[in-house]
């Protein structure tokens, strides 16, 4: 269960580091070099009770002028 969140999480960052948002066309990179920009960075699942199976997807951009890689991910 925790291990196929873990590689949800990872396979939707992967994929949204790839410029997946639509970025309007008067848009510039706002620093040399990647740089990732989150809407949000945390969240809070309130009250579950044990082994529930939890997700929540977190949207990524890089909003730098180079290749944002990822090359890990894990739970905090």
Do not use: C, Q
């Amino acid at each position: 269960m925790r291990k196929t969140l873990l590689i949800s999480t990872f396979l939707l960052l992967f994929l949204f580091s790839f410029n997946l948002f639509g970025e309007e066309k008067n848009e510039k990179a706002t620093t040399d070099g990647p740089k990732h920009y989150f809407t949000e960075t945390e969240f809070d699942f309130g009250r579950m009770p044990p082994n529930s199976a939890v997700s929540h997807v977190y949207w990524v951009k890089n909003v730098g002028t180079d290749t944002l890689r990822i090359l890990n991910v894990r739970p905090g």
